[in-house]
């Protein structure tokens, strides 16, 4: 995967060669370039933003630069071999970064980041691009920061794990929180390690027991547990049908019950509780 990040702060953008993202780039898994906006500016001041239209405080980004930048990354890198760029803009107005969403774009291989700073980047910057290629404007999370380089940082980690020869092991990632599948609409569970007892704290018995049946269950069972506690959301999401007769069981006893049309909702007195 070819991984381009155009940035005024390029500095911000350092923690991509350290762990898994720097791993996968000494590997030969990620090929990643980091472009400093600034470089296609041509005034003293290298002013990369203006006042916005029609009134309101704060800046915009100006078009210029950042079609410049963009055509260079584009010309750069299918030079280099490169092919079906998509342009990723982080920003609070976009789609939700899911796992689905990750395991989509890890399928791409070209990924084109555009972190905004001030009120975001002049749109017809994005109406220009998705004429040459998918644009997919992408939120972090319902919040706002100072600028879009925390989202890159956030996306191509949850992106770069799922590489192929990147994790250490294959299936690590097969149970994660969201993975699809079996988890899709699910938090994993607690996790446990050596030692057995620690400040006398023991681990669940379950997890020594040996049998593999019981202690996939026990895990399923303590993910409904932890996605029902802290998630409820993702439980009234779910489709009753594609869960087994234990799942419906272990929901019923947290509280929950499939409705006519196949989703849960959660008894009252389950809320009382």
Not at 52 to 71: F, I, N
Not at 87 to 105: M, N
Not at 167 to 174: C, K, P, Q
């Amino acid at each position: 995967m070819r991984l381009d990040v155009v940035t005024i702060f390029p500095e911000y953008l350092e923690p991509l060669n350290v762990s898994l993202v720097g791993k996968a780039r000494a590997r030969g898994r990620l090929d990643v370039h980091v472009h400093d906006l600034r470089d296609w500016t041509y005034d003293r001041h290298n002013t990369v933003d203006d006042t916005p239209y029609g009134g309101g405080p704060g800046m915009v980004m100006k078009t210029e630069p950042w079609g410049e930048a963009l055509d260079d990354a584009l010309a750069g890198g299918y030079e280099a071999g490169a092919h079906s760029p998509v342009l990723v803009v982080p920003t609070p107005s976009g789609r939700p970064f899911t796992q689905e969403l990750a395991v989509e774009l890890s399928e791409r291989p070209w990924l084109i980041f555009t972190p905004a700073r001030y009120e975001g980047i002049d749109r017809r910057v994005m109406d220009e691009y998705a004429t040459r290629m998918p644009v997919i404007e992408v939120s972090i999370g319902d919040y706002v920061l100072a600028g879009g380089e925390a989202a890159v940082l956030v996306i191509t980690e949850a992106v770069a794990r799922l590489l192929p020869g990147v994790l250490g092991n294959a299936e690590s990632h097969r149970d994660d929180s969201f993975a699809p599948g079996a988890m899709a609409n699910l938090l994993e569970g607690p996790v446990y390690t050596k030692p057995p007892e620690w400040r006398g704290r023991e681990i669940p018995e379950v997890l020594l027991s040996g049998h593999h049946g019981r202690i996939a269950r026990w895990r399923r069972d303590e993910a409904f547990r932890r996605t029902a506690l802290n998630r409820p959301d993702l439980i009234e999401r779910c489709d009753a049908a594609g869960f087994d007769k234990k799942d419906r069981e272990m929901l019923s006893i947290l509280g929950w019950t499939p409705e006519p049309g196949g989703r849960f909702w959660r008894r009252p007195e389950a809320v009382e509780e």
